[in-house]
C-alpha cells in the first residue's frame, strides 16, 4: 500500500473513536447526523534512497456540526481529532510523524456562503478543517 493510503486507512479507523459518523469519498447525504467527520484530500510526495522510501503526507480533515450555537462541541471535536491524528506513530509499512497542524473553525450559512460550503442542507453549519502534515519513513 502507498504511504498516503496507508496513513489514510488508519485514520479512518482512529477517527471513529469519535463516536460520530466518518466519511471519504464523498459527503455523506442530507439525512446524516451531525456533528460528523469527512476525510478529504491527500496529498503525498516522496523520494526513494538505497534501503528506503521517505517523504510527507497533508492529509485534510473536516469536522462538520449543525448547531453554529455550540462552537464548543465542534472545538472540543478538532481537539480530540488532532489528540486521535498525533497518535498515529507506526502502520504497517511506514513510521510516521506528524509535523504541522493548522486548524480552522468556519461559519457557514444560506445568506454567507464560503468556499468551503456543504451546499445539501438549509441549516446553519459550523465547518472545522484540520491540515495535517505528516513526514514518514519506510522500507
Request: aromatic share 10%; net charge neutral.
Amino acid at each position: 500500500m502507498d504511504p498516503q493510503q496507508e496513513l489514510f486507512t488508519a485514520l479512518r479507523v482512529r477517527l471513529e473513536s469519535l463516536g460520530c459518523g466518518v466519511y471519504d469519498g464523498a459527503l455523506p447525504p442530507e439525512q446524516t447526523p451531525y456533528p460528523f467527520v469527512y476525510l478529504a484530500d491527500s496529498h503525498l510526495t516522496d523520494a526513494r534512497s538505497k534501503s528506503a522510501v521517505f517523504g510527507t503526507v497533508v492529509q485534510t480533515v473536516h469536522i462538520w456540526h449543525n448547531r453554529p450555537d455550540r462552537r464548543g462541541t465542534l472545538s472540543a471535536l478538532l481537539s480530540a481529532a488532532e489528540r486521535i491524528c498525533r497518535g498515529v506513530e507506526h502502520t504497517a509499512s511506514f513510521a510516521w510523524d506528524l509535523r504541522h497542524v493548522d486548524q480552522r473553525i468556519l461559519t457557514y450559512s444560506r445568506t454567507h456562503q464560503n468556499y468551503n460550503a456543504h451546499t445539501t442542507t438549509q441549516t446553519p453549519l459550523m465547518h472545522g478543517v484540520l491540515e495535517l502534515e505528516y513526514r514518514f519513513c519506510g522500507r
